[in-house]
């Protein structure tokens, strides 16, 4: 397509430059030669219209630097959108946290049956003696105390190593997976994660204490699991190990971004394969 330009610098004489192809016309008008009221015309007009009314004025991607520009913006406007909604925190209410820790709970079950058998089978323990004991534990009922239960199975040698075994493996679990994951598998599963009360990332020191903390809120069970159920009407969802830890548990958001530009490339490869196959 031919196009043709009036400069207007001429006052005298012929002022219609020309011809020129598309490419030339945009050059023209990076070096301002050619500014948005200034009429042009191409073998597709009856008559000259300004540069600003014609289709081809528009901003055009054409080049990898201006590919890299419109990316780098809309980058830069998505993490500004992804930030906002970080502010926008939702924390873990007390049925959310409470099913997570019962998943944990299983899986650390089940690593107790294995241990015990592995323990059985090497003669360290003795599973009669230990089902024994818990038959007597049982028999007492609701008579007896926390505390009496308690010294009545460290009595027993096979449910002591047991119990200390089981209550080491317990610590290590929690205080492992919160300070390298943020969050054990039981949260990981429903995408929760523990971070301290600025919102940063829990350290090894923060998960110990959390852990030890979250002892006191089990022996609040006995009134009526008032640590836990404090979770209930904190606005941050936060039970008594966390007011201890300076911790909370969040909702974590996983947000997966597509540049515009890869998807634009996706669907252009698309309709070329779609053309190549009519072909």
């Not at 039981?186 to 090894?204: A, D, P, Q, Y």
Request: charged share 25%; proline share 3%.
């Amino acid at each position: 397509m031919t196009w043709y330009y009036i400069d207007e610098s001429i006052t005298d004489g012929e002022r219609r430059k020309g011809p020129y192809n598309l490419d030339e016309i945009r050059d023209l008008v990076q070096e301002k030669k050619i500014t948005d009221d200034t009429l042009v015309w191409h073998s597709g007009l009856d008559n000259f219209v300004p540069w600003k009314d014609m289709e081809e004025s528009k901003p055009t991607f054409t080049t990898s630097e201006d590919e890299e520009l419109l990316k780098k913006t809309i980058e830069e406007l998505l993490a500004q959108q992804v930030a906002e909604k970080k502010l926008q925190k939702r924390y873990a209410g007390f049925f959310t946290r409470g099913l997570a820790f019962a998943i944990d709970n299983i899986i650390l079950t089940l690593i107790g049956l294995l241990i015990m058998q592995v323990l059985a089978a090497l003669q360290i323990i003795d599973p009669e003696s230990m089902n024994n004991a818990m038959n007597s534990i049982a028999n007492a009922g609701n008579n007896a105390s926390f505390s009496e239960i308690l010294d009545q199975m460290l009595k027993e040698p096979s449910l002591e190593i047991l119990f200390m075994i089981t209550s080491f493996i317990q610590a290590l679990y929690f205080i492992i997976f919160t300070a390298i994951k943020g969050a054990t598998p039981g949260k990981m599963l429903l995408h929760l994660r523990v971070e301290t009360s600025e919102g940063e990332k829990v350290c090894w020191l923060t998960s110990i204490i959390r852990y030890i903390a979250s002892m006191f809120t089990q022996f609040t069970l006995v009134l009526y699991g008032l640590g836990y159920l404090i979770v209930m009407i904190d606005p941050k969802r936060r039970a008594l190990h966390d007011h201890i830890a300076r911790t909370r548990v969040v909702i974590e958001y996983k947000i997966k971004v597509r540049s515009v530009i890869e998807k634009n490339d996706e669907n252009n490869n698309g309709t070329s394969q779609e053309e190549d196959q009519e072909k």
